[in-house]
T-cell receptor
Framework: NAGVTQTPKFRVLKTGQSMTLLCAQD?????MYWYRQDPGMGLRLIHY???????AKGEVPDGYNVSRLKKQNFLLGLESAAPSQTSVYFC????????????FGQGTRLTVV | GENVEQHPSTLSVQEGDSAVIKCTYS??????FPWYKQELGKRPQLIID?????GEKKDQRIAVTLNKTAKHFSLHITETQPEDSAVYFC????????????FGKGTKLSVKP
């Protein structure tokens, strides 16, 4: 039982490049979330999903897209990376109510130069 | 949408003293209030949570109180120890079809031996 796994753990991008972050969970959770963490800003919600095939915008969605084609996977895409997207990205998942513990992945440190 | 304010941003206490962190939320529909602890370089992990039908919950040295009328909730840590040093985040969620879990900006707690 791996819990929530993020791929990759580290990445350096050049401005304008694109990439996809993968989040996989093996707990059969309905809810999945993508957050970014910046110093002094806490965890800000980018996008979330309340079930397979659904996505919704969070607090800071601009510049990101997501897809949830399979229940266990939640993908975060950056189409044209900008230095402002340098951050640590965390994925999390929780069960069908959303009102239970959210389990976090180990994080992805992304640097855009 | 939901907005969660957290205070203070930093807190320094002597070992054995108590620590209190306070949060307010804006959405009266929020009904789930978890607290997470994040040690340096690690993922956030749940330490305690409370639901809207409960006013107080305790787990050994940590306790959380909720005042739904005033829309605020607090984390209390008694008999602090150096290993309590970390960043603590409060969060609020409405659950259901909304499913967004919104975090405060965090409190860096330092416990001096």
């Amino acid at each position: 039982n791996a819990g929530v796994t993020q791929t990759p753990k580290f990445r350096v991008l050049k401005t304008g490049q694109s990439m996809t972050l993968l989040c996989a969970q093996d707990m059969n959770h309905e809810y999945m979330y993508w957050y970014r963490q910046d110093p002094g800003m806490g965890l800000r919600l980018i996008h979330y999903s309340v079930g397979e095939g659904t996505t919704a915008k969070g607090e800071v969605p601009d510049g990101y897209n997501v897809s949830r084609l399979k229940k266990q996977n939640f993908l975060l895409g950056l189409e044209s990376a900008a230095p402002s997207q340098t951050s640590v990205y965390f994925c999390a998942s929780s069960d069908w109510t959303g009102n239970t513990e959210a389990f976090f992945g180990q994080g992805t440190r992304l640097t855009v130069v | 949408g939901e907005n969660v304010e957290q205070h203070p941003s930093t807190l320094s206490v002597q070992e054995g003293d108590s620590a209190v962190i306070k949060c307010t939320y804006s959405d009266s529909a929020s009904n789930y209030f978890p607290w997470y602890k994040q040690e340096l370089g690690k993922r956030p992990q749940l330490i305690i949570d409370i639901r809207s039908n409960v006013g107080e919950k305790k787990d050994q040295r940590i306790a959380v109180t909720l005042n739904k009328t005033a829309k605020h909730f607090s984390l209390h840590i008694t008999e602090t120890q150096p290993e309590d040093s970390a960043v603590y985040f409060c969060a609020a969620s409405t659950g259901g079809s909304q499913g967004n879990l919104i975090f405060g900006k965090g409190t860096k707690l330092s416990v001096k031996p």
